[in-house]
């Protein structure tokens, strides 16, 4: 089973995402899949085939200002995470997505955390793989560096930036036909890198994190914690602090695992995945 790619118009912006849809009809919650920086909705097309033989219809899109969506102008988008909660809310309403099941992971993915504070009665269980969620976690310096006026105009044009922070962050080599495709937007157009570095320039870390991290003490719905135990930029232990205040939990920890883990253990993570939201809850 494969992934087919679509185009949708959101107000005025233009999404593109993936979809992996079940053979036959399913009553199964869709699963959303929401990457982080500088990735794109490519990272998920090893998971998602697998979702669809479960009869989980899989939605993976490019955040606008990344991959194939749309890359506004800072005048006419914030770039905050107030933003991206707004325009993912308008998303996941055009494709009349009632209740569902959110993964997230890596920095900006955060904002799915805070879209699924906010929207509760949306999701019906929640992924969070190798995801800043505490007040102690810390934009690295490998993405600091993009939002640096005059520094981060150059770093941000460069398609080789991809390259090293893909690798860089799973500790192991990514194939060149993916690398290829990750590097396209910045190749078309320098939008691609103005859109990171505003990005990256309101981040808001801080104020995000406290809302995820006073937010979730109150957080009921079933949660998965998939980790790279090798995250060279994320530790474990505000993981473990998170988790112990969740209900229904369970955390699995890839010891081999990066910062990217979907990239090279797409295998072991569709099995435990697939489990947890096949799995019936209490």
């Given at each position: 089973m494969t992934t087919s790619e679509h185009i949708i118009k959101v107000g005025s912006l233009q999404w593109f995402y993936r979809e992996a849809t079940p053979k036959r009809e399913s009553d199964k919650p869709p699963v959303l899949l929401l990457h982080g920086l500088p990735s794109h909705s490519l990272c998920w097309t090893g998971l998602m085939p697998g979702l669809a033989e479960k009869g989980f219809r899989a939605i993976a899109p490019d955040w606008i200002g990344s991959g194939s969506s749309a890359k506004p102008d800072k005048r006419d988008f914030a770039y905050t995470p107030d933003a991206f909660v707004d325009v993912l809310a308008a998303f996941v309403d055009k494709l009349d997505l009632q209740y569902f099941s959110l993964v997230v992971q890596g920095f900006l993915a955060s904002v799915g955390l805070q879209y699924a504070l906010r929207y509760p009665d949306k999701i019906d269980?929640?992924?969070?793989?190798?995801?800043?969620?505490?007040?102690?976690?810390?934009?690295?310096?490998?993405?600091?560096?993009?939002?640096?006026?005059?520094?981060?105009?150059?770093?941000?044009?460069?398609?080789?930036?991809?390259?090293?922070?893909?690798?860089?962050?799973?500790?192991?080599?990514?194939?060149?036909?993916?690398?290829?495709?990750?590097?396209?937007?910045?190749?078309?157009?320098?939008?691609?890198?103005?859109?990171?570095?505003?990005?990256?320039?309101?981040?808001?870390?801080?104020?995000?994190?406290?809302?995820?991290?006073?937010?979730?003490?109150?957080?009921?719905?079933?949660?998965?914690?998939?980790?790279?135990?090798?995250?060279?930029?994320?530790?474990?232990?505000?993981?473990?602090?998170?988790?112990?205040?969740?209900?229904?939990?369970?955390?699995?920890?890839?010891?081999?695992?990066?910062?990217?883990?979907?990239?090279?253990?797409?295998?072991?993570?569709?099995?435990?995945?697939?489990?947890?939201?096949?799995?019936?809850?209490?």
């Open positions: 269980r929640l992924a969070i793989f190798n995801t800043p969620i505490s007040t102690s976690a810390k934009l690295p310096w490998a993405m600091q560096q993009w939002g640096v006026p005059f520094m981060g105009d150059i770093l941000t044009q460069d398609p080789l930036l991809v390259d090293r922070t893909l690798e860089k962050g799973c500790g192991y080599t990514i194939v060149d036909k993916d690398l290829d495709i990750y590097r396209q937007p910045f190749l078309k157009s320098s939008d691609v890198g103005r859109s990171l570095l505003a990005t990256v320039q309101n981040l808001q870390m801080k104020q995000a994190m406290a809302e995820i991290e006073t937010g979730f003490h109150q957080w009921t719905k079933p949660t998965l914690v998939v980790w790279g135990m090798k995250d060279r930029w994320l530790p474990f232990s505000p993981v473990q602090q998170f988790v112990d205040r969740l209900k229904q939990v369970e955390v699995v920890q890839l010891e081999e695992g990066g910062h990217y883990p979907q990239e090279h253990w797409s295998g072991e993570i569709n099995d435990t995945l697939q489990t947890f939201l096949r799995r019936q809850m209490i």
